[in-house]
């Protein structure tokens, strides 16, 4: 009956864009009369970067059909305009760029082809298009971007420090200006967090900036426990650009500055400093008449000790507001007291724009809880675990009187003490650090209210845009509780292990959760960003990638670590379509490669025993396998293999899509070898097992020989139900593959009863025990807000939901959906903001068959669905499929039902929202 109505528009050698084309054919008597409407403009991945030092930022917007009703929608060609000013994109003066209609159907990632951009220049753009009518959209609304400094001799500012060991000093300089301001941007950036002030204004609203970097060469890589070869790629800092045109005004102006130590000078045993905290700012002046001043950093700026008498993103906070300086960053400041500043010697890194999120107060929270003590202190509680701060409004104490506020956490933090200034009432939060808590207790005030307490989630402002949730309340608290630590562990736009003891970027965390991050947030220009700071760190003569990046000397790890570089492009390639960032990273993904292959043993498998490079002997914490297990860890030896055949794959895979067939040849052969390798060196032939504890799922992964998979998925049903009982039994590593592996293979029964587990190991025991976030380890040792264990939750978008990307249709130009009903799990919704648009997944089912599947295509995409062939009476919004023609199909912006194969129908679907309903029968999706 489908055998009749099968349109081969899914051959594999017919390109994304030619079958889109096929959509506008099929589906074009579906479309509505209404235009398509543009939102969403982005550049470089950012809504209105403030600095941009690309010289051909790329431009991308989203498409949405203005009616629900329709189907089959397509862009078909588009016209983007750039103006210098808003005004004159407003008034049709298109002075920066008009690309005119270019026919195309492409909306993102669209390179700025314009008149040459200079530093500093602000840019207004918009974009319209086209549908398959031929129907133009209205115009968007406008978007922006502006350039940073683009040449060396651009910067007029030096770097200037306080000479001052403890605190945060305070930096001023006054300056005059003339009428006629037309416009004015400042340049920031500091060795250290800094906040700036215009007349006695805070300028943004940034916290923790700038963004952590490999700033400039440090003392001592090469001694202590984990030694190694302190030679990098590049080393890097980061500057802001604010327009503070609103904030200044003819005549007498002052600018201010307070600076902190943040990364840059640090005592902790977990990272190294990089030297004094400097600050460097050059603020830009241009007048109507077309003159500019310029009031840069330089040896006239004054500075003095601030309030902050104690600082550093380890130890803490104490501020005295008994030293406050009346209008220190005002005009009328009284400079007695205030001394020289001194010249600081200047980092090495080079000055790069700041084209990625800064840390921001993401959340406010009110207290669920409020109880004062017997002995006076005020205990506060809050609904969930946060990275941030208290912030406490209008208080009073004595002058000098002391108040102390101790967040409540497993894990050490820092101190936080305020010093009445005993004038009026008082309002105090941190400002340079940051701590972990969902409860606090404070002391020291005579007087507080429920209402003068508000705590503030600090993080790097990367947005959740999905949402998930299923009949199963374990399952969507499971996934809520690691949003909620992958959150807590973003800052300065890496992700830590841990926001509280360690606070260290580790690649081999990073990249075991990459993927689950973009499947849940708006990561695209976090891992921009960080993907540089890997390169960065990545050793230039050897290709080591580093535990860490930026490398902090606390960061233990091994080969799984390192294989961040050739791990997360790769995934995030497949997210995001973006084929620069694939070449940016390739040369440094082939690098990674090459000192693997250097630790290969004489079986051609992998064994990493890197050196300490003071103590020239074997350092443990250089040389991991996997890592927190809840039982006992596999040989190091079989995960090195793995992670060889991984990362060589995926080289090879970057080399197809890069268009270079010798080099993907080459990848493959080494892929291909570390698998026969590890096949052949582990398998036991006798136990039919690779091993217990991961070894057997990792072996799956990469793919058995057909003739021994039925023993091994055998043996990995028996190890977890029977050995086990029905629970994890993995460290970290592994467990990113340990779901998704068990319902590829046969066993999602098993996936379900280990997910649905409430005791020890557990994601449910430690929600039992009260975790709003996840935890390092399944026994709840050491630190308990870790979000590293989520690299598995992949399993619950691409099998429950059953949504996954296509390697030919990278950025969710086409994608699959395949759910895996389950038993006890009634309905499943999952749906993502991709670079196209909304892709979604609804699923309904019963007694574990699927009853009701409603996907949702963004305009851009097309989708494959997936469908037993057995279910009765199958339609599509009440039509049978085995009744369609291919008119009616087309009209319904269907594309193919193609013949059913291994008992599944596969019908390739065009934009639009399709509601697939079937009668129960003994029928289930097969994930082939």
């Known amino acids: 009956?489908?055998?009749?109505?099968?349109?081969?528009?899914?051959?594999?050698?017919?390109?994304?864009?030619?079958?889109?084309?096929?959509?506008?054919?099929?589906?074009?008597?579906?479309?509505?009369?209404?235009?398509?409407?543009?939102?969403?403009?982005?550049?470089?991945h950012m809504t209105n970067p403030s600095t941009v030092d690309e010289l051909h930022p790329r431009l991308s917007w989203i498409n949405e059909a203005k009616n629900d009703r329709v189907r089959g929608e397509v862009q078909t060609a588009y016209r983007i305009v750039v103006a210098s000013s808003k005004q004159k994109l407003e008034a049709g003066d298109f002075d920066l760029w008009d690309s005119g209609k270019v026919e195309d159907d492409c909306s993102t990632l669209i390179p700025y082809n314009g008149k040459p951009l200079v530093s500093g220049q602000d840019c207004f753009w918009k974009v319209q298009t086209w549908n398959g009518k031929g129907k133009v959209s209205a115009w968007s609304e406008p978007a922006c971007w502006g350039m940073g400094l683009l040449n060396s001799g651009d910067w007029k500012a030096r770097w200037i420090s306080a000479g001052q060991e403890k605190g945060a000093p305070l930096f001023r300089k006054a300056f005059a200006l003339k009428q006629g301001v037309r416009g004015a941007k400042v340049f920031v950036t500091g060795g250290g967090y800094f906040e700036l002030y215009m007349n006695g204004q805070r300028v943004g609203d940034d916290y923790l900036v700038p963004n952590f970097t490999n700033y400039t060469t440090r003392k001592d890589l090469d001694k202590g426990g984990l030694a190694l070869d302190p030679s990098f790629t590049a080393y890097r800092i980061l500057y802001l650009a604010y327009d503070v045109t609103a904030m200044l005004h003819q005549g007498q102006n002052a600018m201010g500055a307070m600076l902190g130590d943040g990364f840059y000078r640090c005592s902790s045993h977990w990272v190294r400093s990089f030297g004094e905290p400097c600050l460097l700012v050059q603020l830009e002046v241009t007048y109507e008449d077309g003159s500019k001043d310029i009031v840069a950093t330089d040896g006239s700026w004054l500075t003095k000790p601030s309030p902050i008498t104690m600082t550093g993103v380890y130890d803490g906070e104490i501020y005295d507001a008994r030293l406050e300086t009346p209008q220190w960053a005002e005009a009328g400041c009284d400079e007695t007291g205030w001394k020289p500043v001194k010249m600081a010697q200047a980092p090495i890194g080079k000055l790069t724009a700041h084209t990625s999120p800064t840390d921001k107060i993401c959340e406010v929270l009110k207290p669920v809880q409020f109880t004062r003590n017997d002995n006076g202190d005020y205990e506060v509680e809050f609904d969930k675990e946060i990275s941030g701060w208290l912030r406490l409004k209008d208080i009073e104490g004595k002058a000098g009187q002391k108040m102390g506020v101790k967040y409540v956490c497993e894990s050490p933090l820092g101190v936080e003490e305020y010093l009445f200034k005993g004038v009026g009432k008082e309002t105090y939060a941190p400002r340079f650090t940051w701590y972990v808590f969902s409860k606090a207790i404070i002391s020291g005030v005579q007087h507080l209210s429920k209402e003068q307490v508000q705590a503030e989630a600090v993080n790097t402002d990367v947005r959740i845009n999905s949402e998930f949730h299923t009949s199963n309340g374990?399952?969507?608290?499971?996934?809520?509780?690691?949003?909620?630590?992958?959150?807590?562990?973003?800052?300065?736009?890496?992700?830590?292990?841990?926001?509280?003891?360690?606070?260290?970027?580790?690649?081999?965390?990073?990249?075991?959760?990459?993927?689950?991050?973009?499947?849940?947030?708006?990561?695209?220009?976090?891992?921009?960003?960080?993907?540089?700071?890997?390169?960065?760190?990545?050793?230039?003569?050897?290709?080591?990638?580093?535990?860490?990046?930026?490398?902090?000397?606390?960061?233990?790890?091994?080969?799984?670590?390192?294989?961040?570089?050739?791990?997360?492009?790769?995934?995030?390639?497949?997210?995001?379509?973006?084929?620069?960032?694939?070449?940016?990273?390739?040369?440094?993904?082939?690098?990674?490669?090459?000192?693997?292959?250097?630790?290969?043993?004489?079986?051609?498998?992998?064994?990493?025993?890197?050196?300490?490079?003071?103590s020239k002997e074997v350092c443990y914490w250089f040389n991991l396998g996997d890592w927190v297990p809840p039982y006992e860890l596999p040989s190091d030896e079989i995960v090195h293999t793995f992670y060889l055949w991984l990362c060589a794959k995926n080289t090879a895979l970057a080399a197809e899509v890069l268009k270079n067939p010798d080099e993907m040849a080459h990848f493959r052969d080494i892929a291909e070898k570390a698998k026969a390798a590890f096949h052949k060196k582990f398998y036991n032939e006798e136990e039919k097992t690779y091993g217990d504890f991961g070894p057997n799922v990792l072996a799956l992964w990469m793919g058995v020989p057909e003739e021994r998979k039925a023993d091994v998925v055998a043996s990995l049903r028996k190890e977890i139900m029977e050995k086990h009982e029905g629970h994890i039994n993995t460290g970290f590593v592994s467990a990113k593959f340990f779901f998704e592996t068990l319902s590829n293979n046969g066993l999602h029964d098993v996936a379900m009863t280990v997910m649905n587990k409430t005791d020890y190991p557990s994601f449910g025991n430690w929600i039992q025990q009260g975790a709003t976030v996840t935890w390092e380890q399944w026994d709840g040792q050491n630190s308990h807000n870790h979000p590293m264990f989520g690299g598995g939750l992949t399993w619950f978008s691409r099998h429950l939901a059953g949504v996954n990307v296509t390697k030919d249709g990278a950025g969710y130009r086409h994608f699959e959906v395949r759910p895996m009903p389950a038993e006890g799990l009634d309905s499943v919704c999952y749906s993502l903001q991709s670079p196209q648009g909304l892709v979604s997944s609804k699923v309904r089912s019963k007694d574990g068959k699927l009853r009701q599947l409603v996907v949702t295509v963004p305009v851009g995409s097309t989708a494959s669905v997936f469908l037993p062939a057995d279910a009765l009476d199958l339609k599509e919004s009440g039509r049978k499929l085995d009744k369609l023609t291919i008119k009616e199909a087309g009209k319904s912006g269907i594309l193919s039902i193609n013949p059913p194969q291994n008992g599944i129908i596969k019908v390739d679907i065009a934009q639009g929202t399709y509601n697939f309903t079937m009668d129960a029968s003994n029928h289930n999706v097969k994930n082939n």
């Open 1 to 44: 009956m489908y055998q009749d109505f099968y349109i081969n528009a899914m051959n594999r050698y017919i390109s994304i864009r030619h079958y889109l084309c096929l959509a506008t054919v099929l589906a074009f008597s579906a479309m509505a009369s209404a235009q398509l409407k543009v939102t969403r403009l982005t550049t470089e």
């Open 474 to 614: 374990l399952f969507n608290t499971i996934n809520r509780i690691w949003q909620r630590s992958q959150l807590d562990n973003m800052h300065g736009c890496v992700a830590s292990d841990c926001p509280h003891r360690e606070r260290s970027p580790y690649t081999g965390d990073g990249q075991i959760a990459a993927a689950q991050v973009m499947l849940n947030f708006d990561a695209a220009a976090f891992y921009h960003k960080w993907l540089r700071d890997m390169r960065d760190a990545q050793n230039p003569k050897s290709g080591y990638v580093p535990n860490g990046a930026p490398w902090q000397p606390g960061c233990g790890g091994g080969v799984a670590w390192g294989a961040a570089m050739n791990v997360i492009p790769w995934e995030y390639y497949l997210q995001y379509g973006d084929l620069k960032e694939l070449e940016t990273n390739y040369k440094a993904m082939k690098a990674q490669v090459k000192h693997m292959l250097g630790w290969l043993t004489p079986d051609g498998t992998m064994l990493q025993k890197k050196l300490n490079e003071e």
